[in-house]
């Protein structure tokens, strides 16, 4: 006779998800992530969406969110002080950035398909591996992430486009991010003209794996666009307009934006007038707040 196999029903990749966005602690948030990607990718999570993404994510009790106007000045960027404060606001961004593609995979992943849900939990995996690869590179100055306060607007882009898949690839991956990718080359020279090669070699990373992330986002953008029969830089223009109140602003790295898929038919002439929850004078990693 053969053996009983017992009847375990495969976990909803909906549920893994929820459970590690409602996760506080950043440790066991990063395990976490990388956890559910790679269950997800070795088909240990059923493809189900029977429970809803939570409109906040766990948090940890440090660091203090400050709104933007509250937020303490770097001091000189070549400082100790300064150099702290960077790598801080850098953390803080690629803590955020984690919710934020685990989010887009939890809750829009029934809408669109397996493909979209595994590109954005392996965004997850690379936003939590850039937040450990950062956090132990503040502790090696003496500071790990929470000592500072932070500035609570980064996840205002998750509640404007709750509802829209389309406006949230739009202003996340397609905005948000690709601004990483015109910041980061000069955070990185500053950083190594500082000496701090290690520092240089993790934004390096970063900057290579923000490509990929911004790709997968005009990838998905425009497959959605080519259901609604319509160009998708037009269509982009049309959403960034209605869902993002941030400056979408020169200069630009063509460059790497065209790798990403994004040409500049789709972000020039693009003017907004107020950021979210960024302002000029706070801004961060060298030249805006980007994921």
């Not at 090696?140 to 996840?155: D, R, V």
Request: proline residues 7%; glycine residues 10%; aromatic residues 6%.
């Amino acid at each position: 006779m053969s053996p009983t196999i017992p009847n375990v029903a495969v976990p909803s990749v909906a549920a893994a998800i929820r459970e590690v966005l409602l996760e506080s602690d950043p440790r066991a948030k990063v395990m976490a992530t990388r956890k559910v990607a790679r269950d997800w990718r070795l088909g240990r999570l059923a493809y189900a969406f029977d429970v809803a993404m939570p409109d906040e994510p766990g948090r940890p009790d440090a660091p203090e969110l400050l709104p933007p106007g509250r937020m303490p000045k770097r001091g000189k960027g070549g400082s100790e002080r300064g150099r702290i404060a960077l790598w801080h606001a850098l953390a803080h961004i690629e803590f955020v950035a984690i919710d934020l593609a685990l989010d887009m995979a939890g809750r829009f992943g029934g809408e669109m398909n397996p493909g979209f849900v595994g590109d954005f939990l392996s965004v997850a995996a690379d936003e939590a591996l850039h937040f450990a690869l950062i956090d132990r590179h503040l502790r090696t100055m003496g500071s790990h992430y929470g000592a500072l306060p932070a500035h609570s607007g980064l996840w205002e882009a998750a509640g404007n486009t709750r509802h829209d898949v389309a406006a949230r690839l739009a202003v996340v991956p397609m905005v948000l991010e690709a601004r990483g990718l015109d910041v980061t080359p000069a955070t990185l020279e500053r950083v190594r003209n500082l000496g701090d090669e290690r520092g240089a070699r993790i934004l390096e990373r970063i900057l290579d794996d923000e490509i990929r992330h911004v790709r997968f986002g005009s990838t998905h953008f425009a497959a959605w666009a080519e259901t609604m029969n319509g160009e998708p830089a037009d269509l982009w223009k049309t959403l960034v307009s209605r869902h993002f109140g941030g400056a979408v602003k020169p200069p630009f790295n063509d460059s790497a934006r065209l790798a990403a898929g994004l040409s500049r038919d789709f972000y020039l002439g693009v003017v907004c007038q107020q950021s979210i929850g960024i302002t000029p004078t706070r801004e961060t990693a060298g030249g805006s707040d980007h994921l």
